[in-house]
């Protein structure tokens, strides 16, 4: 049964999250645009809604962005990256959860965008940032897919990044990324895309202490329209994105 993200969940939401310098400097280039992972070639289906007309402004945007990080593939992330993060000492369930995310994806579409920057993310974060564990890690996984999220939790988990942290973090460059998509597919003005950002930061706290909160058993989706919009990307006469 899915967790929803009830009214007691937002109220009770309100966190106070301490990083050291070097956590925060991790935590900001990992979920920077400029990190290469090629995030901004994926959107998520929204180039769906915006050719059929569901999106046409910015809190339209916010609603699809919304829906995303709070019962679609966003919300998935979220409690997978939380779980990962605790056990990221213990190889053997870690790559269990490593799998599962790997599939938790209902289009081919949507698994890809998760699985190639996934592999991007590993890529550059063992260059960059090497850790014996990312090492180990890679070298266990070989050709095997990884999912974006389970990746960055290990890198976090590895470097000493809050947990809480990680998970904000993680759902506030989802968003970016989706907002960024949006304002060039409406299309949307530069401050139309800051509003979006500014409503939707109000909405990431109480989403990212659900996900924490929510056990593994329990996590599911609700989000039909989205996975829709996915399956209706791969068949749309001109594309921008690929998802």
Not at 51 to 68: E, H, K
Not at 111 to 124: I, P, T
Request: glycine residues 6%.
């Amino acid at each position: 049964m899915a967790t929803t993200i009830t009214t007691m969940a937002m109220a009770m939401a309100i966190t106070t999250i301490m990083l050291t310098e070097p956590a925060l400097h991790l935590l900001l280039a990992w979920t920077s645009p400029s990190l290469p992972i090629g995030g901004y070639t994926y959107s998520h289906g929204l180039e769906t809604a915006v050719d059929d007309g569901r999106v046409r402004s910015w809190a339209d945007l916010v609603g699809y962005v919304d829906a995303v990080i709070s019962r679609g593939g966003g919300w998935v992330d979220a409690v997978l990256l939380t779980q990962a993060m605790r056990v990221a000492h213990d190889e053997l369930a870690f790559d269990a959860l490593a799998d599962l995310a790997a599939a938790f994806r209902a289009s081919s579409e949507t698994a890809l965008e998760s699985r190639q920057q996934g592999a991007a993310f590993l890529a550059v974060v063992r260059k960059a940032w090497p850790h014996p564990a990312l090492e180990a890690y890679a070298v266990r996984r070989g050709d095997w897919p990884n999912a974006h999220a389970t990746v960055f939790a290990l890198a976090a988990a590895a470097h000493g990044v809050d947990e809480s942290a990680a998970v904000h973090g993680f759902l506030h460059a989802t968003s970016a990324n989706l907002v960024s998509a949006g304002v060039r597919l409406v299309p949307l003005g530069q401050t139309d895309g800051q509003l979006a950002m500014a409503e939707l930061a109000r909405r990431i706290g109480p989403i990212a202490a659900a996900a924490r909160a929510c056990p593994l058993d329990d996590l599911g989706t609700a989000s039909p329209a989205l996975e829709l919009c996915s399956f209706h990307h791969e068949t749309l006469y001109t594309r921008l994105f690929r998802s």
